[in-house]
């Protein structure tokens, strides 16, 4: 795809110390930033003007929370956003009808209006946690997608060929591989990057598994007269397995909401390699301060001791300076088979009750043949004792049963 720079200014503005500070911040832990010269030139605008660029970073609520993953590229919005620039958070309410068909090698299934709405109740009080919120604009894609009308919709395709849709990697697999695609799932692209034209962006974000549909966004504005958009895309964080990219789907995902015990165990459940990821993706510390730390480990520091810190960093970040040393404490005490203080209490019925049973009815496992493989596996416990006997029945009484290293409930059976 054609990412040439666009008609600007002929004579290039001086870069202040102020401004390569700013695109120093602003290539931190970026996978690219296309195009990093017409980039500065912005910044030396914005600085020359004092008009702040329009920054813009659109999110489809496909599901009701956000995780650490999602933070990766947020982080970067407040950190522009602490320069002084506009952030644009824009919810797709339209887009997440059609389904973004970034790195699907089957059609996914859109989602209602109903459940589109139930998701988008919870998107920016959360992504508020990491951003400003006063200093936050707040838009969803349906003000300007739903006026466009068919006559609308088909102008705007009329500003795209077929081949250089085709051009996108997951497309291009599915059509050699006679993979069904549907005529909808063309239009996300068009649609996210004439989301870049109605906004006037000067720079969008996301994450590398985006850069497709944001360079459209840059086609897109050319094609209505517009200055085109900068883009920068962040790295994909892995989940807590290390492979797949964090997802709650996949179910290897750290929620922004979830309790700081939880977050805290969750973190220190990572690899000692993957840490290093996670520090670049997620800590706030300073590169040097991260280097220091390698160093430390390499002779001999364990690494175990610069994974609390992280986890610390995060749980403060998220809940509260309290939080993380409770949550740290709630971990030590676990590590020596101790007991956390928050677990649920929990009232059942029908003793004698199968532990397969107790345990799904209980919330610890997601099914009976889920908790019978637990208990195969020597991950199940009833106040302290390994439960090996599949055909199990519990009697009544109260007792507190954990399942692997980070689910407990005081469980009362009658």
Request: aromatic content about 8%; proline content about 4%; glycine content about 8%.
């Given at each position: 795809m054609n990412v040439s720079p666009t008609n600007q200014a002929a004579s290039l503005l001086p870069l202040s110390d102020a401004v390569q500070e700013a695109l120093a911040v602003t290539k931190r832990g970026v996978d690219e930033l296309l195009i990093e010269a017409e980039f500065a030139q912005k910044l030396a605008r914005a600085e020359q003007s004092g008009k702040p660029l329009r920054i813009k970073l659109g999110l489809d609520p496909t599901a009701p929370d956000l995780h650490l993953g999602h933070t990766v590229v947020l982080n970067k919005m407040r950190q522009l956003q602490d320069l002084g620039h506009q952030v644009i958070f824009l919810i797709g309410d339209f887009t997440s009808m059609i389904g973004d068909p970034s790195g699907r090698n089957i059609t996914r299934p859109p989602l209602t209006r109903e459940q589109i709405e139930e998701n988008a109740k919870t998107y920016f009080s959360q992504a508020s946690l990491v951003l400003d919120p006063a200093k936050t604009e707040i838009r969803y894609n349906s003000e300007w997608?739903?006026?466009?009308?068919?006559?609308?919709?088909?102008?705007?395709?009329?500003?795209?060929?077929?081949?250089?849709?085709?051009?996108?990697?997951?497309?291009?697999?599915?059509?050699?591989?006679?993979?069904?695609?549907?005529?909808?799932?063309?239009?996300?692209?068009?649609?996210?990057?004439?989301?870049?034209?109605?906004?006037?962006?000067?720079?969008?974000?996301?994450?590398?598994?985006?850069?497709?549909?944001?360079?459209?966004?840059?086609?897109?504005?050319?094609?209505?007269?517009?200055?085109?958009?900068?883009?920068?895309?962040?790295?994909?964080?892995?989940?807590?397995?290390?492979?797949?990219?964090?997802?709650?789907?996949?179910?290897?995902?750290?929620?922004?909401?979830?309790?700081?015990?939880?977050?805290?165990?969750?973190?220190?459940?990572?690899?000692?390699?993957?840490?290093?990821?996670?520090?670049?993706?997620?800590?706030?510390?300073?590169?040097?301060?991260?280097?220091?730390?390698?160093?430390?480990?390499?002779?001999?520091?364990?690494?175990?001791?610069?994974?609390?810190?992280?986890?610390?960093?995060?749980?403060?970040?998220?809940?509260?300076?309290?939080?993380?040393?409770?949550?740290?404490?709630?971990?030590?005490?676990?590590?020596?088979?101790?007991?956390?203080?928050?677990?649920?209490?929990?009232?059942?019925?029908?003793?004698?009750?199968?532990?397969?049973?107790?345990?799904?009815?209980?919330n610890l496992c997601a099914s009976t043949s889920e908790a019978l493989r637990m208990v195969e596996q020597g991950g199940v416990r009833i106040d302290g004792t390994v439960i090996s006997d599949k055909a199990l029945k519990v009697e009544a009484g109260t007792f507190v049963v954990q399942v692997g290293k980070r689910k407990f409930a005081r469980v009362t059976l009658a």
């Open positions: 997608c739903d006026p466009l009308g068919a006559r609308g919709m088909i102008e705007l395709s009329a500003k795209y060929t077929v081949a250089r849709i085709l051009e996108r990697e997951d497309f291009t697999k599915r059509f050699q591989s006679n993979t069904p695609i549907s005529l909808h799932e063309f239009l996300y692209p068009l649609m996210q990057g004439y989301d870049s034209v109605a906004l006037k962006s000067d720079l969008e974000l996301g994450g590398t598994d985006q850069k497709f549909n944001l360079l459209v966004g840059r086609e897109l504005q050319k094609s209505y007269g517009q200055e085109q958009q900068c883009i920068l895309t962040m790295p994909l964080l892995e989940g807590l397995d290390g492979v797949e990219k964090m997802s709650k789907s996949k179910g290897n995902y750290i929620g922004i909401t979830e309790p700081g015990n939880t977050m805290f165990a969750k973190l220190m459940s990572i690899s000692d390699v993957m840490m290093w990821r996670y520090y670049e993706l997620l800590s706030f510390r300073s590169l040097a301060e991260i280097a220091q730390f390698r160093k430390e480990v390499e002779e001999g520091r364990n690494p175990r001791d610069i994974k609390v810190l992280l986890g610390q960093e995060i749980v403060e970040r998220f809940h509260s300076r309290q939080a993380a040393e409770d949550a740290l404490a709630d971990f030590v005490n676990r590590s020596k088979g101790g007991i956390p203080d928050d677990i649920p209490d929990v009232a059942l019925s029908g003793a004698p009750l199968g532990i397969g049973q107790l345990l799904k009815q209980a």
